[in-house]
Nanobody, 119 residues
Framework: QVQLAESGGGLVQAGGSLRLSCAAS???????????MGWYRQAPGKQRELVAA???????NYADSVKGRFTISRDNARNTVYLQMNSLKPEDTAVYYC??????????WGQGTQVSVSS
């Protein structure tokens, strides 16, 4: 089992920045088995959607709506993934969830952190 602890959400004005962090913990085997870590978000009344993801070898994938504004990075030594969010827009308002996927296709989720962007 992998536990994911998110931090860094909050309220910011449009055009501002926030940085989300997600630290993974668990047994040595379960941590070593993590391949992809990423961030999803869910706005009220909408489906959860992928924001950005990064593999163990730093291959990244971004939603079109955040390309050029958000940057995902990963520190494998600290088992932590980061999401730097710049030029935030009101439509970025959502609960952001950290996700980890193992090589064995296990899927883990964090509790979520609220990001609110005021206009």
């Amino acid at each position: 089992q992998v536990q994911l602890a998110e931090s860094g959400g909050g309220l910011v004005q449009a055009g501002g920045s926030l940085r989300l962090s997600c630290a993974a913990s668990g047994t040595i085997f379960t941590i070593f088995s993590i391949n992809t870590m990423g961030w999803y978000r869910q706005a009220p009344g909408k489906q959860r959607e992928l924001v950005a993801a990064i593999t163990k070898v730093d291959s990244t994938n971004y939603a079109d709506s955040v390309k050029g504004r958000f940057t995902i990075s990963r520190d494998n030594a600290r088992n932590t993934v980061y999401l730097q969010m710049n030029s935030l827009k009101p439509e970025d308002t959502a609960v952001y969830y950290c996700n980890a996927k193992s090589f064995q296709a296990a899927d883990y989720w964090g509790q979520g952190t609220q990001v609110s962007v005021s206009s």
